[in-house]
């Protein structure tokens, strides 16, 4: 996916996120950096008829509530009814049962394109979908992905993206990046945007790359006395100022397939 | 209304918000800027008491749900019953039935003394008021005012002020607001914070001008390599420097009359 | 507490947030910035869960609502439950009969390790407790730190800081955190987050001065034509690149005991 930036920024895709309360104004000024049209509506009333007019739906489990949880429902439906590409961000999924039980049901209703978390959040979402325990350093992507039938982000110190068949390994980022919240839940949202252009394991890599990229460029703008507020804003800014030709060069992607 | 600024930062109207997750801070931060006081709550078992003592009521329907509507139903009577102005902006009223009857109840039940949207948003309004449908390029905001007896704020890529008599053309602004979340619920609620100094049309002119003016200090100030998420920044921070001299001198207005 | 921010970024202790929608997003950040680790679930289906397993709960009444309300009540008995100190800010709680009830259902309920908030406020908190009118230039922050069995932290235009027994007066920070919204629940925050180092008055007293030191320096760092909005990522920033040396050098604390 080689001009995927200037296709968002020319399309620009509606991308509708059901999504927490604490970090979704930075998730929609990532994807408004992105040349993407964010839509936050999470209310059952309103989210199927506004997830079927998207052109990708995100769903984020962030300060989840039972109503946000049956609008996530009512949405992933939607969006699988007319071939959207859904993602599923399970945000802190082994914190609680209500996380947990909720994950099963979205996990069993919907069909998601992609979903993207870290190590300790992805291992959860196997041990939900398959049903039985798994051990932290035996956790395997590309189990996920067979199982739950979609391509798995899952982030760290490295990244890996996987489809099953494809596998990437992204090293790209910053630490300070774990020092700003919704880092997270941004790449989740940029993801969506991306499948949103093409709905592929590549398009899945080239989102974590951006988002990567965009952390090295924020950190290396930082200077003294900025710190982590400061460089939230530069990664955004970093997105809107990104070029196909600066993340085709700046991305550090290995194909491990 | 010369020296609404200085009225502002001498009286600190109290403005509450019924308004969205996603730009709530931003709208908090940019009354705090003009020299308001914003108050956010959102509750159906306090929004009348809190309305009630407040000097401004701006009632915003991104992710709406059912309680906030509820919210702004009791609030706006409140209002209403105290001569408190009351302004709506109809996010994305067109995008749901659950936005379009929320709309439609509010227009029944509550005087506003402006609404303040986009074209696509405004028509949408005007069809619910009216009961008939309206082509998008016979829009007039004239219209809208005559039959919700309200002052009407359309943005676009030029602004139209009119309460229905007296009509003001603004072109202040930059391109980039478009690439920054909230830049129209900021307006909406500065229109409250303007309209608690007077309740007049000028009012409503002297707020789009204000939020333009802003835009473009805060667009000139960007410098390789900033982005929208820093133009935020630059944009609240232009309010807050904002002095009635620079606004009356800055302002791009155009009296139609 | 000599090398409380030290201490806070070893054990990156989890400080669980059942907070306002408005200033969520800066609470976390502020923490992250601080070392602590921020989760801010509000569903009554998961807060005790999550409380029993953090260091540290604040339970703030802003944006409150009937089910934020329950998700405190659950959260706060479980923190009590294994030890877990919580933190009180009663955002508002003169403005409407809801919040007064909440606080006095708290209050009743929950013991809480500080409660923060601004004079008005913490009158209002005193008067619902004693269940007795208060003048409000009669009003005694021991008093209240006595009859609540709670640590006091008043702040204003000089903060005081109060177990009943010791009591620090703080006189640090800048006029223009008055105009930062959130300004008073990132320090609540701080708060939960010393407080889960070490649960001590001293510890209140040195987030009081952590926070107003931040102000200062964000205050400080200032150039034409920032404003509200840089300054609210000064502050944060602060706070990031703040060491125990610096606080204790520029702290502004007299102890009044």
Not at 23 to 48: F, H, K, R, S
Not at 73 to 98: K, M, T
Not at 221 to 234: K, V
Request: charged share 20%.
């Amino acid at each position: 996916m080689r001009r995927i930036l200037s296709e968002l920024r020319s399309k620009h895709p509606l991308v509708h996120c059901i999504t927490n309360y604490v970090t979704a104004n930075d998730c929609a000024n990532l994807l408004l950096a992105a040349g993407a049209v964010p839509v936050m509506a999470d209310a059952p009333e309103e989210t199927a008829e506004i997830a079927a007019r998207a052109q990708a739906l995100v769903l984020n489990l962030g300060t989840l509530s039972e109503s946000r949880l049956q609008a996530m429902r009512l949405a992933g439906a939607a969006a699988n009814r007319n071939g959207i590409p859904v993602v599923l961000d399970p945000v802190g999924v082994w914190a609680s049962q209500f996380r947990q039980s909720a994950a099963r049901a979205l996990l069993r209703e919907i069909e998601f394109a992609a979903i993207r978390g870290n190590a300790q959040e992805m291992q959860s979402v196997l041990e939900i979908a398959s049903g039985a325990p798994c051990e932290p350093e035996r956790f395997d992507p590309g189990e996920l992905a067979a199982l739950a039938r979609t391509k798995v982000i899952c982030t760290g110190a490295e990244d890996l993206v996987t489809d099953g068949g494809k596998t990437f390994r992204i090293t790209s980022g910053d630490p300070i990046q774990k020092r700003i919240t919704g880092a997270g839940c941004m790449l989740s949202a940029l993801t969506g945007a991306f499948l949103a252009a093409e709905n592929s394991v590549e398009s899945c890599a080239a989102a974590v790359c951006a988002m990567g990229l965009a952390g090295e460029l924020a950190a290396s703008r930082m200077d003294t006395p900025d710190g982590n507020a400061s460089c939230r804003n530069f990664l955004i800014d970093a997105v809107y100022n990104m070029t196909d030709e600066q993340l085709e060069e700046g991305k550090r992607l290995e194909d491990l397939t």
